[in-house]
């Protein structure tokens, strides 16, 4: 039971950290760290899982075989540069795997054994609410925990297991978890209940209801996500291994129905430059990566502190076509704002600015703190009262019931301010015998028109009958740059929805403002996912983000769902990521990751299909050009001897896998355009790059190859 | 010459493709059945409005192919019993079979020439039905996958084989066979009963000519894409072909219905620029084929062929070498199998160009029917690596590619080149098929290759030069022939299934769109690379080599 020392939190998953080293391109020690593991997955048991690569093992077997019953120069290289493409593919698997371990261990430091204090007639409790903290407790060990025991938790003690705050509020350090080392608030009801174990509590004293058992906490998925060991396989990643499996059957066919033509040709070919052939046909380059890649998928969104439950998610991410957010908090700053005072018939500016500063002054909501920086920055003037007229004033804060605000100063004048919702404050003017100016409703209506709400001020002297002074015009602020986002989700094809509780009006103005394509009014959690279930009955895939509760239903529905860490269990429950910075305009990031990784998929079969081309003409020539000495034409890239072309091409295939080790793990570069657009474009960078490259690399690797005795 | 005719044949395909292909999809969709139609399904017993799962079209179309094929079978071993049996003798056992499988299959390959094995009754009863029923399962099946297309969230249901089988026949090869029959006998074609007449030829010996109904098979042998000729010389005797005005015209008969199928596709599917990117991939392949065939043929090999205007051995003066290589191309994109020269005689690289168009799988623009099925699993093949490249799930129409799409597809591509290079390989390895070689060396391989390659891809012409007519290659390209056929069909019909059971996605700029340029210009590289990196080590040690001789 200790506090997170210094290095525990530096060796937590900080998002900063990460970035750095991803875009350091692949170290040695990385590599050598790799290695043991690589060398383990060799294991032909492990390699069945990826036939293209079970070939090539099949086939370094074989010619390991040749090289020791007739041995010569030739066979020794070409054995020997095809188990390098064998390891060369267990170690990118090996190296994007490392990534996660070792994220897996700083979160391991977390698991600490401890002992809970556990509230000993809780149980059979699952009603009560409060006067745990009051309870007997009793020290158990945290592993014996059972789903539904309360336990306390003071200051400076561990969090014991993942649960909900049923009693109290305290600050809770989460930086194991998110790296953010700004401590949270934890209370009991509402959507910030949830906490994790394994976290800090830095003040005061929680009653906890564990909500999930030992073993199978939130740490205990994360350790199993980023390590990789629940890896499965993914629904394209499945479709796209089936597809390069029937291209290697189709060349183990064209190179095993080889040998008789050969013979019928008088030339028959030797096993070691069979197996040659058809290693450098499959598709080794993107069968050695495939899984690296889909490894390095979820590392990325883990980078960004994003947590997928499943790799299916991030794939479906991809194909999002309906994104839903929440308008607070996602599209505007989720605190409305004072952008304007406009004065009632009868009253002056200087009147209306000075009452609704007075009004404001001890206000600390954020809207209320905003209508003072409206003052100071646009109306400030002499009307401004002296600080000290409120000393000794009487607050009327808001509530639900009067739905007003204001300050009664307690000078001999009794000057009364009230701000609040027109209706209400009419009510307040017409029960001091005064009267709302017709002007006023028009200045209401105005401000509701354009989305924003309308705060009306009176004041009363004395006993006399109140005036209204005019109205504050309070708006909800929409994000910078969110428009360009938006636009960019509208070139990739993403409709965009704004779900609010507001009324239609209000939500349209501000769905404008924002550039979003669609709003959902008046919402209530039902039609959230009633508005989800329509979409995909359209066909659509949708994302949304949530945090509460009510939120639950609607996550778990949609086909990504992104639960905010801070909320409840039962959303992180019945959402397949959970974001640990909270930050539901990730939602975008969550999308281009989804995307970027399919298009590395693709680009990379596009590259590796189009290497063979290139091959094709190094090794076809080299075969039989002892009896059919025209074929010589075939030898466009002039290599040096049959011996040397074949163990070029051999080497060229390995070394590319290397090559795209990194990119593998980085991702190809994704841009926000129309799909026809990034079509042409990759299908330039890896189509004809991928044909294209192999005739340089083979043709340099062939000067270097051909200089060594009896190759060249 | 070669461009005249290349440009009034695209002038009258272009005309005609429009109108046909929108009558082809009313014929598709109609609810209507014709008074016969009506007839025909009572007489068969079966209920024309009755939706047919996949498994249950594919059951029908098996059942209805297997009845066919012992029909055939029977036939071609009773045949010398047969009326107008012009006295021929019956088909031995691997022989009937081989013929049965062949017209069954769409393939149309002959064993034996047709004037001096086969009877008038069997050529019509058998062959001739057969070549209106094969063609008919083919563009059905097509036209089951464009409903798969079409359908969205349904339980999987593609339409009713029987009902498409008859509507084909009676709405659209028999009016148009029945035209076509009649402007081919304006050229001169023949169409009697005789049998073996006795004429004197110039030089004063006599020969032995015979009649028949010719001009009615001639024109179905070529709009089904058949290719079985009534007599063996096939579309190069002039009784089956006897102008370059017919050639021309057989050539139009052989493209009409492929080149029309994109334009319902693209009807039936509601988007008619879906239509218009598969029709170009089909004919920029298929141009590529012509322009290819045609320059190997009129610079033909040597000082001699260039002087006489191209190499002529091998074919009719009367169609030229133009009219020949253009009729190659036709016959060889198309899995139609009809020649009008000898292909054995082709300059090397136009022979090799005359087997990769097979090997393409026929698609460039295929059989009826089948060039639109193999072609559209091609462009899934081609969405499936360009859809990932823009970052979604792969889908094609609507349809997401998925893990049991993508394997179906596999399959279907797996299945030809396993059959030809199999089978290829197993011919050159035995003694058996050593022994139909007529010409060792490369061109030995080129003739055996081709003769695999035309059977599994239901082609049926021959290179000629091998010796086919033997148990051993009648039961390997019988095999091959029939695998070929229904393999794939079963595989595009599960596939069509899978497709109407399966809600459509729709489509948001975020698609990969399918009606571009770059698309058409994938699905044409995908094509290529796929068929070229599949067999071009044995094309190596063939056609190439050959070639570079």
Redesign the interface.
Known sequence: MSAPTLTSVEASPNPHAHSARTASALSWAQIRGAMPDALRKLNPKEMVASPVLFVVEVGAVLTTGLAITDPSLFAILITIWLWATVLFATLAESIAESRGKAQASSLRATQKQTTARKVIAASGTSKLTSGFTRMATEDVPSASLAVGDVVLVSAGETIPGDGDVVEGAASVDESAITGESAPVIRESGGDRSAVTGGTVVLSDTIAIRITAPAGSTFVDRMIALVEGSERQRT??E???N??L??LT???L??????Q??????GSPQSLLVLVA?LVC?IPTTIGALLSAIGIAGMDRLVQRNVLAMSGRAV?AA??V?VLLLDKTGTITYGNRRATDLLVATGATIEELAGAARLASLADETPEGRSVLVLIDEKFSGPGAEPLADILGAELVPFSAHTRMSGIDLAGPDGLRIRKGAASTVARWVHSTGGVTPDQIETLVDGVSMTGGTPLVVAQQYGSGPARVLGVIHLKDVVKEGLRERFDEL??????TIMVTGDNAITARAIAAEAGVDDVLAEATPEDKLVLIRREQA???LVAMAGDGTNDAPALAQADVGVAMNTGTSAAKEAGNMVDLDSDPTKLIEIVRI???L??T???L??FS??N??AK?FAI?PAM?MVV?P??E??NIMGLSSPESAILSAVIFNALIIVVLIPLSLRGVR?RPV???A???R??LI??LGGLIAPFIGIKLIDLLTSLLPGIG | MAIGQISVLLIALAAVHLPLGAYLARVYTSPKHLRVERAGYRLMRVDADAEQKWSSYLFSLLGFSMASLLFLYALGRLQNHLPMSLGVSAFDPAGAWNTAVSFVANTNWQWYSGEAAAGHFYQMAGLAVQNFVSAAVGISVAIALIRGFQRSGTDGRLGNFWSDLTRTCVRVLLPMAFLGAIVLLATGVIQNFDSHTAVQTVTGATQSVLGGPVASQEVIKELGTNGGGFFNANSAHPFENPTPISNLFEIFLILVIPFTLPRTFGIMVGDKRQGWAILSVMSSLWLASVALLTWAEMSGPGAVARAAGGALEGKELRFGTAGSALFAAATTGTSTGAVNAMHDSLTAPGGGVAIFGMLLGEVAPGGVGTGLYGLLMLAIVAVFVGGLMVGRTPEYLGKKIGRQEITLVALYILTMPLLVLVGTAVAIATPAGQAGIQELGPHGLSEVLYAVTSAANNNGSAFAGLTAATPFYNTLLGVAMLAGRFIPIALVLALAGRFASQRTTPTTAGTLPTHQPLFVGLVAAVTVVIVGLTFIPVLSLGPIVESLT
Do not use: C, H
Not at chain 1, 253 to 258: M, P
Not at chain 1, 260 to 265: E, L
Not at chain 1, 490 to 495: D, E, T
């Open positions: 629904p394209n499945i479709a796209l089936i597809l499996t029937s059957i189709i060349f066919l064209a190179v095993v129905t080889l008789p033509f050969a013979i019928y040709s052939l046909l794939e991809g194909d076509d509208r070139a990739m094809g993403i409709r359209g066909g659509r989804g995307k970027q399919l298009i998929r693709g680009a079969t596009t299909i189009a063979d081309i094709y076809l039989f059919f025209q074929l034409v075939l994704y129309a799909a026809s990034l079509l042409r990759n299908l890896y189509g």
